[in-house]
């Protein structure tokens, strides 16, 4: 057997590409830097952003698949198929694959099981049904490629819309069985968003506890549900590369473990599921540069630094050419600190924030930039304000509100998990806000004053954006009388005033929990390679997948990324294994 990169040098896989050039062809264009040096192809075309080598400039990230000498694999393993990454689409993978009777391996880098996301989006469920919120799929699916700008697989994307219900019937009988209850959100009574973005009801969330009282975790439940079926995690096992044969067929993959290298073979395919790049500080500047503009806190997986999408690149795979980050605007930091990445060249990536996200900054107070003064809309999805605020100095933005903060918040009613801090205030409703917020008051991240000018002063405005600040509130306060924020368009019942003391301010950054651009991949989730023509026997699912998100995280689309991750590794398992109609 032998890898892709001993039949084929990087050179001539990048300059042999037809078209604008061998990046734009593997999805990397938008992975190269502005303002690289161009070079000449073969054929004397210019390639942007490519070096002599026609290499990408800066493209340190990917570097090249290592070669690895027979003599230095210690042992070989045979199986029917390989699920690589015990995360969310890893698990439902493995129990879906139990479920079949095959003989699989699962194996995890840690040593442990990754954590869960337990809210997932799924469509026309029996849950959906009963509360008689039946999803328009078709204007679902136009929603979702509105989002993304069209730069998606529309197709790839109708599975998670077509196959979500099915998933959540498997789903459902191994989490309440084991004591899980489903909560489902179908409190969407309102328009939600400046500009009227659709609603879908299709948020689920399973919880329930032990009989010790610990909190259950779906992850955990599957990993006991293939434990009783004779199966286990091969833990401590890293992904080196993948293993190909004379035809480009993915066979297997490399491990690196504590006692060396190790190979695996695969009957019916390798099925990566290994997050996201959250953690690759070179990856992110280079595939999502709005990171480095207006993120204050890295709050994803540390684990999450790319590994699966590098190997299934070194395979032949297409990445996603547009940058898909999940930020939320829940980064908070002190009056001063700006957005960026902040760590050196090959450290993992790290932000100035190092506190949990701050849920309270997905309200729709007013928000002002460093000069003072409103910048957006702030009904909008989580990103749009971070995305907006990285047009302003510092990437960073200043949410400020008064002590009606209670009354204002159950008015606002949000959707998603911004919903958690109407949830928290309501529970706590006679607790004094200093004291529900004691913490954040207490590092500094939250500031508190008995009048709007010494507000002003506490968060650092000063001269000429003091004084813009201070006209702000004066105009925000007449939008929210007149009920009509005439500079932004913000819907009525999500203004409020700035009138009773005291009075608070947060600054916040944007708060990275993965990245969603990925390997591309079609309607069975396998991987494609330059002309779009599936790779045999490599799929990927979840967060290294691609296809399906372009330029952001579709925040109103509540629960999609994991909802789409369950689904598209339970889709891959059972094309693998001809469970498909």
Not at 90 to 109: I, S, V
Not at 154 to 177: C, G, K, N
Not at 448 to 453: G, N, R, V
């Amino acid at each position: 057997m032998t890898n892709i990169g001993q039949r084929l040098t990087r050179r001539s896989f990048l300059t042999g590409a037809a078209g604008v050039g061998a990046l734009a062809a593997f999805g990397l264009a938008g992975c190269a830097p502005k303002g690289a040096e161009t070079a000449s192809a073969e054929n004397g075309a210019s390639i942007p952003g490519t070096n002599a080598d026609g290499q990408p400039e800066h493209s340190d990230w990917l570097g090249s698949a290592p070669e690895i000498a027979p003599e230095d694999i210690v042992e070989t393993k045979d199986t029917e198929l390989l699920i690589i990454g015990a995360g969310n689409g890893g698990m439902a993978a493995a129990a879906t694959a139990a479920d079949l009777g095959l003989d699989f391996m699962l194996c995890e880098k840690t040593g442990s099981v990754q954590r869960t996301r337990h809210w997932f989006g799924a469509i026309n469920t029996k849950y959906t049904e009963a509360a008689g919120a039946h999803v328009d799929e078709k204007q679902l699916l136009n929603e979702f490629a509105r989002y993304a700008s069209g730069q998606c697989d529309q197709r790839v994307i109708r599975v998670w819309i077509r196959e979500s219900a099915e998933m959540t019937d498997w789903l459902d009988p191994i989490l309440t069985s084991a004591g899980m209850t489903c909560a489902f959100d179908n409190d969407i009574d309102h328009a939600t968003g400046g500009t009227s973005f659709a609603l879908f009801p299709m948020e689920h969330y399973y919880s329930g506890k032990d009989a010790s009282g610990e909190s259950l975790e779906r992850n955990k439940v599957l990993l006991a549900y293939i434990n009783e079926r004779g199966h286990d995690v091969t833990y401590n096992h890293k992904l080196v590369k993948l293993v190909q044969d004379d035809s480009g067929s993915v066979t297997g993959a490399l491990f690196e473990t504590s006692d060396g290298y190790v190979q695996v073979n695969s009957e019916k395919g390798v099925l990566l599921a290994t997050g996201g790049y959250t953690s690759n500080a070179e990856m992110l500047r280079a595939c999502n540069p709005l990171v480095d503009r207006c993120v204050t806190l890295q709050y994803g997986s540390p684990n999450n630094v790319g590994e699966g999408i590098k190997a299934g690149i070194w395979a032949g795979g297409q990445k996603d050419s547009i940058g898909a980050p999940m930020i939320f605007d829940r980064g908070a930091v002190k009056p001063g600190e700006s957005a960026g990445i902040i760590s050196e060249p090959g450290e993992v990536a790290t932000f100035v924030g190092t506190d949990k996200q701050f849920n309270l900054g997905s309200q729709p107070f007013m928000k002002v930039a460093r000069d003072g003064k409103r910048f957006v809309n702030e009904s909008t999805p989580y990103d749009f304000c971070c995305f907006a605020a990285a047009e302003h100095e510092g990437g960073v933005f200043c949410q400020v509100f008064d002590s009606n903060l209670k009354e204002d918040v159950k008015r606002f009613s949000t959707i998603g998990c911004s919903r958690q801090t109407q949830q928290l205030l309501a529970k706590e409703a006679d607790t004094p806000i200093d004291d529900i917020y004691a913490a954040e008051l207490e590092k500094g991240v939250m500031v508190k004053a008995d009048t709007i000018d010494e507000l002003a002063d506490k968060l650092g405005f000063a001269d000429e954006a003091k004084e813009a600040f201070l006209a702000e509130v004066e105009k925000y306060n007449g939008f929210y009388d007149a009920q009509d924020d005439a500079d932004f368009g913000k819907e009525a019942y999500r203004l409020s005033a700035l009138r009773t003391a005291p009075f608070y301010g947060v600054w916040y950054g944007g708060s990275l929990l993965t990245t969603v651009d990925g390997l591309r991949i079609n309607e069975d989730m396998q991987v494609l390679d330059a002309n779009a023509r599936p790779i045999k026997g490599l799929y990927a699912a979840g967060d290294c997948s691609g296809s399906v998100f372009g330029n952001n995280y579709p925040e109103y689309i509540v629960g999609c990324a994991c909802g789409r991750t369950i689904t598209f590794a339970r889709h891959a398992v059972r094309h693998m294994a001809g469970d498909l109609a």
